[in-house]
DNA sequence: CGTTACAGTGAACACTGTTCGGCAACTGAA
DNA sequence: TTCAGTTGCCGAACAGTGTTCACTGTAACG
């Protein structure tokens, strides 16, 4: 993400769907009150250390020096908290000023830092493929990505696909690498107490399988295992990204391969 | 998917973390004996009623007319039986011999039937993101998706990806219609006591939502409001699916847009 | 001092996945 | 026919879940 960025538009009013919360606290606080903040941050706490199965209310109340019941103060429900959570996510995730000459760097910037931003918290994809990104803190995000692809020329039923065929494109793709690397962490904590995930190890491991596949049903397969699981992630999302940026530029007036 | 089918071919070895499952019984039944697939039969019964958030292993024992420990014997535990379910849905799903000449439509029809696979079962787009699909018995699937690929002539490294690609598109794209599928039945729901979920209303209502945001803020969004959201799912699965099998031909030596 | 307001508590409820000791009915052998 | 032995299933239990509610203590105000 560069910096010829626009700053958050004024936020539009609540979707027809959106949960009412209960309303903050009016008068002073005594000490340090728990506030919504505070659950979200223990909430993170929580999902970095033991993972999204292992988010209960009960720890979070634990993390936050807390009973449980007090959180429901500051939070709805356990799903109220994880849109929350999942909200904080694009706070400080500032959009591009659409250029029609960058498009496609830009979507490719976006889609690298929003790739990022789901890699910094555990299971933190599994979170956001449960939302449909149409909460009220969001849609500024949606309109700045359909602006780009629409001032890049295309067409309107094409930059209205555009935009959800990325988020679930990069949705995806993180879910995908979380679930490979809790298996690994998984094999190694059984087969040694090291509990550091061997991930190159399991790559080989993988490639060997493939490798043992039998030649006569199993052509394709056999050949491709050095490319279907490799170490390098970085390199795999930007391939799956480029050809959907090939198949959207292919949508433009002018053909710039 | 047409009738130009290969059969499903042998079932290769078992993958490295394959989960090891009790053994069947060994003797001849005495009356009805719960068996594996009876099992999965109530599962999938329990996941049409009451969806995923309901499937609880009381609900599917009491489906099947049996004692929740009874599962245990045949299910190692609620993860296998949802990856049983999951393996199930392959089942009779007949793959195309590639042929390069169509692998375009070809592809589209695989993508097609597959979404209506998971479109047959509630929540099942739920189950099916939460799999790499690595286990053994869907290798074949994979080969024969990579076939078509690559005997239409895509660069190993694209075809590699474009699989995966696919997939989550596929799977991405279902999961988001039940999202929004649920929530007009919630809100049906919640409004009268009609239970009966009206999906052109809540397309409607939404589609008054974006028309209602600032003109200022909000130009693009109002402007595509009609195209966001839109009652025939199918169309928009049509064009995601067509932007990406645009960005995959791109790959092609010979350029046939 | 008394009153009110309220953030935070602890116990409870109805669930969840999973395990384990035991029971009843069937098998094959004596 | 009787006696193991095995197998399929049951009931109860355990530790955990999200959520609610009557309750406390403490702080500020009149």
Request: proline letters at 8%; a negative charge.
């Amino acid at each position: 993400m560069t910096d010829e960025t626009a700053g958050t538009p004024a936020s539009p009013p609540p979707s027809p769907w959106e949960r009412e919360r209960p309303a903050p606290a009016r008068v002073a606080p005594a000490r340090e009150p728990l506030s919504r903040e505070r659950v979200v941050d223990a909430a993170f706490t929580v999902l970095d250390r033991q993972g999204l199965d292992g988010l209960s209310m009960r720890q979070v109340a634990a993390e936050a020096g807390v009973a449980v019941s007090a959180l429901y103060a500051h939070v709805s429900s356990k799903d109220d908290l994880l849109e929350l959570m999942y909200a904080r996510l694009f706070a400080g995730f500032a959009m591009p000023v659409p250029d029609p000459e960058r498009w496609r760097e830009q979507v490719r910037d976006y889609a690298r830092s929003w790739r990022h931003l789901l890699l910094a918290h555990r299971d933190m994809a599994r979170i956001s493929m449960a939302h449909v990104p149409f909460t009220a803190e969001l849609l500024p995000h949606v309109e700045a990505l359909l602006a780009v692809f629409r001032t890049a020329g295309l067409p309107d039923r094409i930059a209205a696909e555009a935009g959800d065929l990325i988020s679930t494109y990069i949705d995806g793709f993180v879910l995908e690498e979380g679930m490979w690397r809790d298996r690994a962490a998984l094999q190694a904590g059984d087969k040694s107490s090291l509990a550091r995930p061997d991930w190159r190890e399991m790559a080989g491991e993988m490639q060997n399988y493939f490798a043992s596949l039998p030649e006569q049903d199993f052509p394709h397969l056999r050949a491709l295992a050095g490319l279907m699981v490799t170490d390098s992630a970085d390199e795999r999302f930007d391939i799956g990204l480029e050809i959907i940026l090939r198949g959207l530029a292919s949508y433009l007036p002018s053909p710039s391969v």
